[in-house]
């Protein structure tokens, strides 16, 4: 029987090669699309899953207000980790403190390579699962101990085996190798963490991370933890959410709640509002899932609009079978699985196309996905995606089909009725509805980058680079080294900054100031910078002056950007004082002269207004960057080539690194950069469909209105009026649908841009391109059909009634 | 005789508009196994409502209609549908060949839905094909075989299921008279094996071919 079924299927399949062709080609676009977007949304999901311990790893995070704003962070204080061991312990199986993820250079033999890694304390092992290969199960014992990634101990050591070699630090601390750790693969938090040292070799290192240890207000730590099984998230928030307030008065005042985010929350719902959990990459998953969805509806209305519109054609075989004994059942049965060949047609083309695309689609996305061969999750799913889509599309035409009344299809009365073509103008308009929508939406998207890019940055980030200060050796070298490099002629300016000119890696509060308001917490985004910050940058001055030289007193100076003048709601700020709270201890830090006020530039998200910002002279050599500006009438290369000779010459144990700041201000853009990629492809993806079915559809019409066409023609009608006949019925559809997608884009795209504070508005323009491109291109799909049905000869089309 | 079918008043209505129009009315019929009867009237008597109707394609609106003794009238759609596969065979005018499927495939189709063995299909449908002679047609589609031979195939389809009653709408409306005496002549053999014909001609000569005529004028059988 159904090797009968299969049989009639192919004949009509070969038949009918244009619908063949229109309706595989058509579902296998639409099925790897969703292929994609679900290997996709897969590997999103399966971030983390990983550790064994998945569902019991939490990071402490910590909200903290300020004049009534509640910010999120995971940055907690040393003395926590005491609150917890003492008044908690039983709730947790590990607490790890932990450093952040930073490079460090470590150095054998001539070998002295970049490694980004962390020091944490020894829970750590066992709360990853760390699978130690080689060496100390308990590699972080002994305090100058370095256990290290399989991939880091390849780098360093080739075929030599790493255990108990020594290995130099920054190039001043001696630790040993204790054990090599399997790499975390990617797509999991921690794979970037190329070695672990001792957590207590952190704390002895530099006098202010001693000096943390019981200082609540030092928010500069990470602390994970794995909870204990018989417990959960949030029991143990709930018990340790006020720890901080009760143990620090101090803090009190900035309500610290400390509160655990589950491993599973880190990757895909990391965005806290006002101290809610708000979303985060999630919503990029349902977008491209509801996007994905809607390509593959898109593609099984082409099949179920195609089998429809041709019913006449099968009309007779349906009277035919029933007449000989066939039951509407085995009808349906029949139909569907003629659409179940045809989805399985398209799957082994879709498949293919997959395979071909993954790599350029992982490049778009960011992704390392590997094609799940052998995942029998994968294949059963597969499966399920071509019965699904079987039954999606071919239920309708399967209902409708074997509903022919078999004494009128036989008798040869059989004529569609009137509003048979109903259900097929809907679903062609909820198509057009569904790809002009797609179309705005990426507009949107694209002029929102568009739109903050063009954004005042307020600096000159053209041939600016900055150099990360790697090593001990940098010290009290900053003047020395920039006359060199000024010298050398490659640079003009040089100035030296604590946070990356793109970043700020410090926030501050506790001042005092004339005006300030009563009860007022300020809270200031906080740089130390060197002598000619202004000038490096290209920053806009307003009001004073940058640093100088020629001033002594720089020493204590400050420079407000704009924002930060309102902020503090200071009047005529030039030459006003900013005190530490603390100028009435014995020993007061010197207060802090305004000198300047700075135009605002864009530091952090160009997507937000620019925070209030302080910038100190920088008196204890907080420096973390060398920021260069190069000379512009030599060639880049010219330039990096004569400065990495400078660093050299000074630094030979240093290895030469630097970044671009352009590029690491537009890697700020990179995010929403990849959401428009990839939403630009699936839309011209839908809309590709969706003219595929017209294209279809208009052929098929065509051929119904031959003989009408050459009626027409005899009796005197242009090739136009005929086009213009043919054409039109589709081009309403494609009107409906953009009065009815309009808005629905508009709403959707006014919801996503409330997320930025820096938005684009949705002008008219947009829907004009949207609205004018829709129906250029329907108007070019059908007009080749009307055209060719136009021109024809009618004696032809006449001759063969 | 046995009584293979009987029409008691049976009557089929349809609503046009307003007005509610007879095609047939208070048919009353009694059809003998082994009969051959042939229904004459002008177009639009009624005589194809009749014939699908008593194929059970169609059914009456009101009336009693009993087949092989079974209340058809009163019956499930799908003790009907066994009835029907299992004992009528339709042959219509224009053939109605599945154009995709060959001679040989096209004759097998009924019993697939009989849901018949493989083996004994592929025996079933060989004798077919012998019998009338064109196993040589068999891996020939519908549109490659003249008119003649499309009903040739056509009848096999309706003689493959063993019917007792064979229904036969103008069955020679579109073959030239060679091709329709051929056909004629093959019913009456067929009549003469026990099958129960009952066609629909506008032929004198093909109604001549019958045991009985009945004459239908404005769905009414006339005496």
Not at chain 1, 142 to 161: Q, Y
Not at chain 1, 728 to 752: E, H, N
Not at chain 2, 38 to 62: A, E, H, Q, V
């Amino acid at each position: 029987m159904l090797k009968n079924y299969f049989k009639i299927a192919f004949r009509n399949l070969l038949k009918n090669k244009v619908y063949s062709f229109i309706n595989i080609s058509g579902l296998a676009i639409g099925m790897a699309a969703t292929m994609l977007i679900g290997l996709w949304i897969y590997d999103e999901l399966s971030y983390n899953k990983h550790f064994e311990n998945y569902d019991t790893i939490a990071q402490i995070y910590q909200n903290e207000s300020n004049n009534g704003d509640t910010e999120t962070s995971e940055a907690i204080p040393r003395p926590l980790e005491f609150a917890l061991r003492e008044a908690h312990n039983d709730n947790f199986k590990h607490i790890v403190m932990s450093s952040w993820n930073f490079p460090w250079y470590l150095k054998y033999d001539e070998k002295n390579i970049n490694f980004l890694g962390s020091f944490m304390q020894e829970g750590v092992i066992d709360m990853l699962s760390l699978k130690i290969i080689n060496g100390k199960p308990n590699g972080l014992k002994d305090l100058n101990s370095i256990m290290l990634a399989e991939s880091t101990a390849e780098k360093l050591f080739g075929n030599e085996d790493p255990i108990g070699k020594i290995l130099k630090l920054s190039d001043s601390f001696e630790m040993e190798v204790t054990s090599v750790y399997e790499d975390i693969p990617d797509n999991n938090s921690f794979s970037d963490l190329e070695f672990v040292m001792p957590w207590k070799f952190y704390i002895t290192w530099q006098d202010w991370i001693r000096e943390a240890e019981d200082h609540w207000g030092n928010n500069s730590f990470q602390a994970f933890v794995q909870i204990n099984d018989n417990t959960t998230m949030e029991a143990v928030t709930n018990k340790i959410i006020n720890v901080k307030k009760e143990r620090s008065p101090e803090e009190a005042e900035f309500n610290p709640e400390i509160f655990l985010a589950p491993m599973k929350d880190w990757h895909l719902r990391d965005t806290y509002e006002n101290g809610v959990q708000s979303g985060g990459r999630i919503e990029n998953v349902w977008l491209f899932g509801i996007i994905g969805t809607f390509v593959l509806l898109l593609a099984c209305i082409n099949f179920i609009n195609l089998s429809t519109a041709r019913s006449e054609k099968r009309a007779t075989e349906v009277g035919i079978r029933k007449s000989i004994g066939s039951h509407r059942s085995q009808l349906i049965f029949q139909f569907l699985s003629e659409s179940f060949l045809i989805v399985l047609l398209s799957f082994v083309l879709a498949f293919g196309i997959v395979l071909l695309s993954l790599d350029g689609f992982n490049n778009l996305a960011a992704k390392q996905i590997v094609f799940p061969w052998t995942n029998y999750q994968f294949w059963i799913a597969s499966i399920l995606f071509i019965f699904i889509t079987a039954i999606l599309a071919g239920s309708y035409p399967a209902l409708y089909l074997s509903s022919f009344n078999p004494v009128a299809v036989l008798k040869g009365t059989f004529k569609a009725g009137k509003y048979s073509a109903l259900p097929r103008k809907i679903l062609v308009v909820a198509q057009f509805t569904v790809s002009i929508a797609l179309i705005i939406g990426t507009i949107v998207v694209i002029n929102q980058i568009q739109y903050s890019k063009d954004r005042p940055v307020g600096y000159d980030k053209d041939s600016l680079i900055q150099v990360p200060v790697m090593s001990a050796e940098f010290s009290g070298k900053k003047d020395f080294m920039r006359m060199q490099l000024i010298e050398s002629g490659a640079v003009v300016e040089m100035a030296t900054t604590s946070s990356p000119t793109t970043n700020v890696w410090s926030n501050r509060s506790g001042y005092d100031w004339e005006g300030k308001p009563e009860g007022f917490q300020e809270d200031l985004a906080w740089t130390a910078v060197s002598y000619e910050f202004v000038e490096t940058l290209g920053l806009n001055l307003i009001e004073g002056r940058g640093f100088s030289r020629e001033f002594a007193s720089d020493s204590t100076a400050v420079i407000l950007n704009e924002t930060a003048v309102k902020y503090m709601n200071i009047e005529n700020p030039i030459g006003k004082l900013i005190r530490d709270s603390d100028y009435n201890d014995p020993d007061p830090a010197p207060p802090l002269k305004i000198v300047g006020v700075i135009q605002d530039y864009i530091v952090q998200s160009p997507y937000e207004p620019v925070k209030q910002a302080m910038y100190v002279f920088d008196a204890y050599e907080n420096e973390s960057y060398y920021n260069l500006r190069m000379n512009p009438d030599r060639s880049i290369s010219d330039n990096l080539e004569t400065i990495e000779a400078v660093f050299k010459r000074n630094f030979p144990n240093v290895p030469f690194s630097y970044q671009f700041v352009d590029e690491e201000y537009g890697a700020k853009f990179r995010a929403e950069e990849r959401v428009a990629s990839l939403a630009r492809i699936f839309t011209i993806l839908a809309i590709f469909i969706s003219c595929l079915g017209l294209f279809g559809l208009a052929s098929f019409i065509a051929e119904q209105r031959t003989k009408e066409i050459g009626v027409r023609k005899v009796l005197g009608a242009s090739v136009k009026q005929l086009w213009i006949l043919l054409s039109k019925d589709f081009i309403t559809l494609v009107i409906i649908a953009l009065v009815i997608g309009s808005p629905i884009a508009y709403y959707m795209m006014s919801q996503w841009l409330q997320k930025f504070s820096y938005r684009t508005d949705i002008s008219w323009t947009v829907f004009a391109l949207a609205c004018s491109g829709a129906v250029l291109i329907s108007l070019l799909t059908v007009s080749y059909q009307a055209i060719k049905a136009a021109t024809a000869n009618p004696v032809n089309s006449l001759r063969t009634e | 005789m046995n009584i293979l079918l009987s029409l008691n008043e049976a009557t089929r209505a349809v609503n046009s508009g307003s007005n509610r129009i007879n095609l047939l009315e208070d048919i009353t019929l009694n059809v003998n196994e082994g009969e051959f009867i042939s229904l004459m009237g002008p177009s639009g008597s009624g005589k194809s409502t009749l014939l699908n109707c008593i194929g059970m394609l169609d059914s009456f609106t009101d009336g009693g209609y009993t087949f092989l003794g079974q209340p058809v009238h009163s019956m499930k759609e799908k003790n009907r549908s066994k009835l029907y596969k299992d004992y009528i065979g339709f042959v219509f005018q224009a053939y109605h060949l599945i154009d995709e499927l060959n001679v040989w495939e096209n004759i097998e189709t009924p019993l697939l839905y009989k849901n018949i063995k493989s083996s004994e299909r592929k025996a079933l449908v060989g004798d077919m094909l012998d019998r009338f002679n064109i196993v040589g047609k068999k891996d020939l589609f519908p549109r490659q075989l003249s008119g003649g031979q499309q009903q040739l195939v056509g009848i096999a389809r309706a003689l493959i299921g063993k019917p007792k009653l064979i229904l036969a709408d103008e069955p020679t409306g579109n073959l030239n008279s060679k091709q329709s005496r051929e056909i004629m002549e093959l019913f009456s053999q067929l009549n003469k094996e026990g099958v129960t014909i009952i066609q629909a001609t506008h032929s004198e000569a093909n109604a001549a071919y019958g045991s009985r005529i009945i004459n239908l004028l404005d769905g009414k059988i006339v005496p």
